[in-house]
């Protein structure tokens, strides 16, 4: 799709997705998976947009393409900012394995500690620990989500014999060893497709959020949600929003500061905030269809635990052997977390 078919393309949608077309000096799409009623939609990127329109004075305008409007599948998204059929992306990194191996470390359990303010601000005060993963595009921020729990429609998980042989969703690949270790089958899928997998009986449920509940409306197929003790959860996803280079590089140095002014630790206290508190509609909404929540006992919560911590030894041991320092990046992860934790 070239850049003129791509606006005319989100141009024609103009009124579903609450824009205008006017004079700007600087026209960015931004191209997204989720549809305009999720969290990060309406509380996250229209308020960013909102936010670099204004304080350009307008001459930066921002039009959003939700629920891949612009075509293309979910795990086509870091390519689309890439080559700059998109000029601005928010995607899962875990969407493209093997793209952002450093940045996978804060996906990891028992590194990420359940808080996604925290690891939302170590993950960007870390961008230079992790800049090899981003060499082709421009980040803007990146963030996490609280991280995963068990949501399943066909079992309840009370002990850690109880997920053995259900066929769970996965995030990510650091998600699916995390199930296998469980005794569990692991299914790929984005996060979109899940409602329809769980209503066929594809899957018996997932690794996700609280947070999503609404957007998807999980609520509806969900009969359990099993949390670890402590607040701790089953690893996180890593999320960024990034620029294609050429197109960042091509502004005129007064709107890059804007956008920058908008970036990486200039926001990340507050993108973190946002996620931190989108877990409670998703627990209401979860409440309110009469779904139990199953907080696993501190024995349980071990035997889980033990898992994880051969997961993080898989995963320094993988990208070791690819010439990555995993147990420096793992060390340096779980310090900035704790940094970020002492700062909040």
């Not at 960013?48 to 293309?72: D, H, N, Y």
């Not at 599948?73 to 493209?96: C, F, H, M, S």
């Not at 066909?154 to 699916?176: E, H, I, N, Q």
Request: glycine letters at 10%; a negative charge; charged letters at 20%.
């Amino acid at each position: 799709m070239t850049r003129l078919s791509k606006f005319l393309c989100v141009a024609a949608t103009a009124a579903t997705l609450g824009t205008a077309a006017s004079a700007q000096d600087v026209t960015l799409i931004l191209h997204h998976f989720l549809p305009p009623v999720s969290n990060a939609h309406k509380d996250m990127l229209e308020p960013w947009a909102e936010k670099i329109e204004t304080e350009s004075g307008g001459r930066i305008a921002v039009e959003i393409a939700p629920s891949m409007s612009m075509g293309g599948k979910p795990n086509e998204l870091y390519g689309q900012v890439r080559d700059g059929t998109a000029d601005i992306i928010w995607t899962i990194l875990g969407y493209t394995p093997g793209v952002f191996p450093r940045s996978e470390v804060f996906e990891l359990p028992l590194v990420h500690a359940g808080s996604a303010a925290d690891t939302t601000v170590a993950l960007n005060a870390s961008l230079d620990m992790l800049a090899d993963d981003f060499k082709d595009v421009k980040v803007l921020f990146l963030h996490s989500h609280d991280g995963n729990l068990i949501h399943t429609s066909t079992k309840a998980v009370r002990s850690f014999d109880d997920a053995a042989g259900l066929k769970l969703r996965t995030p990510g690949r650091t998600g699916a060893w995390v199930i296998t270790g469980m005794g569990a089958e692991p299914v790929g899928m984005p996060v979109p497709a899940l409602p329809e997998a769980m209503a066929k009986g594809v899957v018996d449920g997932a690794l996700t959020t609280y947070e999503i509940v609404p957007a998807i409306n999980l609520q509806e197929l969900d009969k359990f949600a099993t949390e670890l003790p402590n607040g701790d959860r089953f690893g996180t996803s890593v999320f960024m929003l990034a620029m294609n280079k050429d197109i960042y590089e091509d502004m005129p140095e007064d709107l890059r500061a804007i956008i920058d002014a908008n970036s990486g630790m200039n926001v990340a206290k507050e993108i973190g905030a946002l996620w931190e508190g989108f877990e409670e509609p998703g627990i209401a909404a979860l409440e309110g269809a009469g779904v139990e929540r199953i907080v696993l006992s501190d024995e349980e919560g071990a035997k889980f635990n033990a898992v994880s911590e051969g997961v993080v030894q898989r995963w320094v041991d993988e990208v070791s052997a690819k010439g990555i320092d995993g147990a420096a990046l793992v060390e340096g992860a779980r310090k900035a977390i704790a940094d970020a934790h002492a700062s909040n």
